[in-house]
Antibody
């Protein structure tokens, strides 16, 4: 059974940093593009970033370019999202997902507030 | 705002059919496959349709997808109360080099 489990969310002040992790199991993680998707309270989902199988290709939504970095460790079956210079508008539930959208985690909540 | 436009809401009686449109452009729907997602409050989106018209294992054939030009459509037949949810289209946008979701449609079963 495919499982994606996010962790690392929490309350952070504006300008602060957080590192989200996603532990994958039940499938050959190293064979899949992976994505981070976020959803602000009461809003629709917003794709944040994705990464190819070996980490050599990465894409980001414009609003996080230069602030967020997606990465992966295939030996640990893990996906990461380093978030710097956080803003109030980054407040959302962050989901880890396979790039084709067929598997999603339960999400981890990030709140940016003073 | 999203580059993919959906109607805010659609509704129908149990057993009836609804269709949800997703309008985009040549840089997204016009040249890429479309996916459709179902989302209940407080949960992650669930994939209903991929590659514009294919259903993942376990998705009933009451759900169907189609694409024509720069628009895509999700159809739900035999509407059930359990289908009340938000529905989103999504696809890659070649100009933005980003994945984009639609504005979302709330389905209400009358």
């Amino acid at each position: 059974e495919v499982q994606l489990v996010e962790s690392g969310g929490g309350l952070v002040q504006p300008g602060g940093s957080l590192r989200l992790s996603c532990a994958a199991s039940g499938f050959t993680f190293s064979s899949y593009w992976m994505s981070w998707v976020r959803q602000a309270p009461g809003k629709g989902p917003e794709w944040v970033a994705n990464i190819n199988q070996d980490g050599s290709a990465k894409y980001y939504v414009d609003s996080v370019k230069g602030r967020f970095t997606i990465s992966r460790d295939n030996a640990k079956n893990s996906l990461y999202l380093q978030m710097n210079s956080l803003r109030a508008e980054d407040t959302a539930a962050y989901y880890c997902a396979t790039n084709n959208g067929d598997s999603w985690g339960l999400g981890t909540l990030v709140t940016v507030s003073s | 705002q999203s580059v993919l436009t959906q109607p805010p809401s659609v509704s129908a009686a149990p057993g009836q059919k609804v269709t949800i449109s997703c309008s985009g452009g040549s840089s997204n729907i016009g040249n890429n496959y479309v996916s459709w997602y179902q989302q209940f409050p407080g949960t992650a989106p669930k994939l209903l349709i991929y590659e514009s018209n294919k259903r993942p294992s376990g998705i009933p054939d009451r759900f169907s997808g189609s694409k024509s030009g720069t628009s895509a459509t999700l159809g739900i037949t035999g509407l059930q109360t359990g289908d009340e949810a938000d529905y989103y289209c999504g696809t890659w946008d070649n100009s933005l080099s980003a994945y984009v979701f639609g504005t979302g449609t709330k389905v209400t079963v009358l």
